[in-house]
């Protein structure tokens, strides 16, 4: 048994409910009058107010989605804290656990990227490319007379061989 705070006790005014579910049910629910605050929170009248209409519901055996729905009848969908968890309110409740997953999956890949050791290439490029030209040289050279003097083939000194 558990008394409304917000009365004076006397023995007229014990209502029978359980005040941990009472305090969960004033913490679903917005203040009227008061910016982003639950009526657990506020300590205007109308909070007051309405703490002792959960409790009387509660003692009256109303369930907690009846004392919400009875609420959101009086003062709209926006006197509940948290948007239900149905229909296009299910986009509040889901785009931040994909938001989440999503930059931590972009995060992996991310410091995967930058911890790889770059690929360091031993020879310059231009001797690579040198090196996968020298067959033609040497063929262009064999063709022109010009292979056997040369060691390798290569047409760097100019048509006649002078360096």
């Not at 310059?124 to 022109?144: A, H, K, T, Y």
Request: glycine share 8%; charged share 20%.
């Amino acid at each position: 048994m558990a008394q409304s705070p917000d009365t004076p006790s006397t023995s007229t005014d014990i209502i029978d409910y359980d005040e941990s579910h009472a305090q969960s049910i004033d913490q679903q629910i917005m203040c009227p009058v008061c910016p982003a605050e639950t009526i657990d929170q506020a300590q205007v009248p109308i909070a007051k107010q309405m703490r002792k209409i959960v409790r009387e519901q509660l003692a009256g055996g109303a369930s907690e989605a009846e004392i919400l729905s009875f609420f959101a009848d009086r003062y709209g969908q926006a006197i509940i804290g948290a948007p239900p968890k149905s229909g296009f309110n299910l986009i509040a409740w889901l785009f931040p656990v994909v938001a989440l997953a999503s930059a931590l999956v972009a995060s992996i890949f991310v410091l995967k990227s930058m911890t790889r050791k770059p690929v360091i290439s031993v020879t310059s490029p231009e001797s690579e490319i040198d090196s996968q030209l020298d067959p033609f040289l040497q063929r262009v050279d064999s063709d022109m007379g010009l292979g056997e003097g040369k060691q390798n083939g290569n047409l760097r000194g100019g048509p006649t061989g002078d360096g």
